[in-house]
Protein backbone atom coordinates (compact mmCIF):
# COMPACT_ATOMS: atom_id res chain seq x y z
CA UNK A 1 0.00 0.00 0.00
CA UNK A 2 1.15 3.42 -0.92
CA UNK A 3 2.33 6.02 1.59
CA UNK A 4 -1.35 8.40 0.98
CA UNK A 5 -3.30 5.14 1.50
CA UNK A 6 -1.36 4.40 4.65
CA UNK A 7 -2.32 7.95 5.71
CA UNK A 8 -5.24 7.58 5.00
CA UNK A 9 -6.34 4.16 6.75
CA UNK A 10 -4.25 5.79 9.50
CA UNK A 11 -6.13 8.56 10.05
CA UNK A 12 -9.59 7.04 9.20
CA UNK A 13 -8.45 4.65 12.73
CA UNK A 14 -7.85 7.54 14.26
CA UNK A 15 -11.12 9.29 14.14
CA UNK A 16 -13.09 6.11 14.76
CA UNK A 17 -11.35 5.71 17.84
CA UNK A 18 -12.30 9.51 19.04
CA UNK A 19 -16.02 8.11 18.42
CA UNK A 20 -15.32 5.62 20.47
CA UNK A 21 -13.57 7.54 23.14
CA UNK A 22 -16.35 10.29 22.68
CA UNK A 23 -19.21 6.99 23.04
CA UNK A 24 -17.31 6.09 26.09
CA UNK A 25 -17.27 9.47 28.10
CA UNK A 26 -21.03 10.11 26.99
CA UNK A 27 -22.18 6.45 28.56
CA UNK A 28 -20.49 7.38 31.81
CA UNK A 29 -22.92 10.67 32.32
CA UNK A 30 -25.88 7.81 31.72
CA UNK A 31 -26.84 6.71 35.18
CA UNK A 32 -26.90 3.07 35.38
CA UNK A 33 -28.77 1.65 38.83
CA UNK A 34 -25.19 2.26 41.47
CA UNK A 35 -24.08 5.79 42.70
CA UNK A 36 -21.22 7.13 40.51
CA UNK A 37 -18.86 9.93 40.21
CA UNK A 38 -19.68 10.62 36.63
CA UNK A 39 -22.70 11.29 37.14
CA UNK A 40 -22.34 14.44 38.17
CA UNK A 41 -19.63 15.00 35.52
CA UNK A 42 -21.91 17.71 33.98
CA UNK A 43 -22.14 20.03 36.38
CA UNK A 44 -20.44 23.41 36.76
CA UNK A 45 -19.87 25.51 38.95
CA UNK A 46 -19.48 29.07 39.40
CA UNK A 47 -16.29 29.23 41.13
CA UNK A 48 -15.26 32.99 41.48
CA UNK A 49 -16.94 33.95 38.27
CA UNK A 50 -15.68 31.16 36.09
CA UNK A 51 -17.97 28.15 35.08
CA UNK A 52 -15.88 25.07 36.59
CA UNK A 53 -16.18 21.21 36.48
CA UNK A 54 -17.35 20.32 39.68
CA UNK A 55 -14.16 17.66 40.30
CA UNK A 56 -11.88 20.70 40.61
CA UNK A 57 -13.89 22.29 43.35
CA UNK A 58 -14.87 19.11 45.18
CA UNK A 59 -14.00 15.54 46.17
CA UNK A 60 -16.34 13.79 44.54
CA UNK A 61 -17.20 9.88 46.21
CA UNK A 62 -19.30 7.25 46.41
CA UNK A 63 -20.49 6.18 50.31
CA UNK A 64 -22.47 3.56 49.31
CA UNK A 65 -24.74 1.67 46.28
CA UNK A 66 -27.32 4.16 46.93
CA UNK A 67 -25.07 7.62 48.23
CA UNK A 68 -22.87 9.90 46.81
CA UNK A 69 -20.94 12.66 48.87
CA UNK A 70 -19.27 16.16 47.67
CA UNK A 71 -16.87 17.51 49.90
CA UNK A 72 -16.03 21.08 48.63
CA UNK A 73 -12.17 21.91 49.20
CA UNK A 74 -13.63 25.41 50.73
CA UNK A 75 -16.34 25.70 52.85
CA UNK A 76 -17.97 28.82 51.32
CA UNK A 77 -18.72 26.39 48.18
CA UNK A 78 -21.42 24.53 50.03
CA UNK A 79 -24.14 26.06 48.70
CA UNK A 80 -23.01 26.98 45.62
CA UNK A 81 -22.56 23.50 44.82
CA UNK A 82 -25.85 22.07 46.40
CA UNK A 83 -27.29 25.48 43.71
CA UNK A 84 -25.17 24.11 40.83
CA UNK A 85 -26.72 20.48 41.05
CA UNK A 86 -29.60 21.08 41.33
CA UNK A 87 -29.74 23.58 38.27
CA UNK A 88 -28.05 21.04 36.35
CA UNK A 89 -31.64 19.31 36.23
CA UNK A 90 -30.06 15.89 36.54
CA UNK A 91 -32.48 14.41 38.67
CA UNK A 92 -30.84 14.58 42.27
CA UNK A 93 -31.87 16.24 45.46
CA UNK A 94 -28.56 17.27 47.41
CA UNK A 95 -28.83 17.58 51.01
CA UNK A 96 -26.45 20.08 52.57
CA UNK A 97 -25.11 18.75 56.68
CA UNK A 98 -22.72 22.33 56.73
CA UNK A 99 -20.10 19.90 56.09
CA UNK A 100 -20.45 18.39 52.67
CA UNK A 101 -23.04 17.40 50.11
CA UNK A 102 -24.82 14.41 49.94
CA UNK A 103 -26.75 12.95 47.53
CA UNK A 104 -29.50 9.72 47.51
CA UNK A 105 -29.46 8.42 43.83
CA UNK A 106 -32.79 7.05 43.94
CA UNK A 107 -33.89 3.60 42.54
CA UNK A 108 -34.52 3.81 38.66
CA UNK A 109 -38.29 3.07 37.79
CA UNK A 110 -38.66 0.47 34.97
CA UNK A 111 -40.21 3.71 32.75
CA UNK A 112 -36.95 5.46 33.59
CA UNK A 113 -34.86 2.89 32.85
CA UNK A 114 -35.80 2.30 29.39
CA UNK A 115 -35.76 6.01 28.83
CA UNK A 116 -31.93 5.61 29.90
CA UNK A 117 -31.75 2.63 27.06
CA UNK A 118 -33.13 4.61 24.59
CA UNK A 119 -30.68 7.78 25.41
CA UNK A 120 -27.89 5.14 25.17
CA UNK A 121 -28.89 3.76 22.06
CA UNK A 122 -29.27 7.00 20.63
CA UNK A 123 -25.44 7.97 21.23
CA UNK A 124 -24.47 4.49 19.92
CA UNK A 125 -26.37 5.67 16.68
CA UNK A 126 -24.72 8.98 16.70
CA UNK A 127 -21.28 6.73 17.20
CA UNK A 128 -22.10 4.51 14.70
CA UNK A 129 -23.15 7.65 11.95
CA UNK A 130 -19.74 9.32 12.53
CA UNK A 131 -17.88 5.98 11.95
CA UNK A 132 -19.85 5.64 8.42
CA UNK A 133 -19.13 9.40 7.60
CA UNK A 134 -15.06 8.64 8.35
CA UNK A 135 -15.46 5.74 6.09
CA UNK A 136 -17.31 7.69 3.29
CA UNK A 137 -14.61 10.17 3.56
CA UNK A 138 -12.09 7.61 3.51
CA UNK A 139 -13.69 6.23 0.51
CA UNK A 140 -13.68 9.56 -1.39
CA UNK A 141 -10.09 10.19 -0.68
CA UNK A 142 -9.25 6.84 -2.29
CA UNK A 143 -11.48 7.65 -5.44
CA UNK A 144 -10.12 11.12 -6.08
CA UNK A 145 -6.59 9.15 -5.77
CA UNK A 146 -7.65 6.77 -8.22
CA UNK A 147 -9.47 9.34 -10.80
CA UNK A 148 -6.13 11.48 -10.77
CA UNK A 149 -4.00 7.92 -11.45
CA UNK A 150 -2.20 8.03 -8.34
CA UNK A 151 -3.21 4.54 -7.51
CA UNK A 152 -4.16 1.82 -9.59
CA UNK A 153 -7.95 -0.33 -9.71
CA UNK A 154 -6.59 -2.87 -7.71
CA UNK A 155 -4.75 -0.79 -5.31
CA UNK A 156 -8.44 1.16 -4.73
CA UNK A 157 -10.32 -2.06 -4.32
CA UNK A 158 -7.82 -3.26 -1.71
CA UNK A 159 -7.51 0.06 0.20
CA UNK A 160 -11.90 0.34 0.28
CA UNK A 161 -11.95 -3.20 1.30
CA UNK A 162 -9.73 -2.37 3.82
CA UNK A 163 -11.45 0.36 4.87
CA UNK A 164 -14.88 -1.50 5.55
CA UNK A 165 -12.78 -4.25 7.98
CA UNK A 166 -11.78 -1.16 10.01
CA UNK A 167 -15.49 0.02 10.04
CA UNK A 168 -16.89 -3.33 10.84
CA UNK A 169 -14.85 -3.50 13.84
CA UNK A 170 -15.67 0.02 15.43
CA UNK A 171 -18.96 -0.52 14.81
CA UNK A 172 -18.39 -3.78 16.65
CA UNK A 173 -17.32 -2.24 19.08
CA UNK A 174 -19.82 0.35 19.33
CA UNK A 175 -22.48 -2.89 19.76
CA UNK A 176 -20.27 -4.18 22.54
CA UNK A 177 -20.07 -0.95 24.90
CA UNK A 178 -24.17 -0.35 23.94
CA UNK A 179 -25.11 -4.03 24.89
CA UNK A 180 -22.94 -3.44 28.69
CA UNK A 181 -24.80 -0.58 28.71
CA UNK A 182 -28.01 -1.43 28.36
CA UNK A 183 -27.31 -4.64 30.88
CA UNK A 184 -26.41 -2.31 33.43
CA UNK A 185 -28.99 0.29 33.23
CA UNK A 186 -31.55 -2.82 33.14
CA UNK A 187 -29.67 -4.51 36.03
CA UNK A 188 -32.14 -3.98 39.03
Not at 86 to 93: C, K, L, R
Not at 129 to 134: D, F, M, W, Y
Not at 137 to 142: H, S, V
Amino acid sequence: MSEELNFIYDEAEEHMQKSIQHLEHELKSIRAGKASPQMLSTVTVDYYGTQTPLSQVANVGVQDARTLTIQPWEKNLLHVIEKAIMEANIGFNPMNNGEKIIINVPPLTEERRKELVKKAKDEAEIARVSIRNIRKDANNDIKKMEKEKEISEDESKMAHDKIQELTDKYIKEVEKHLEKKEKDIMTV
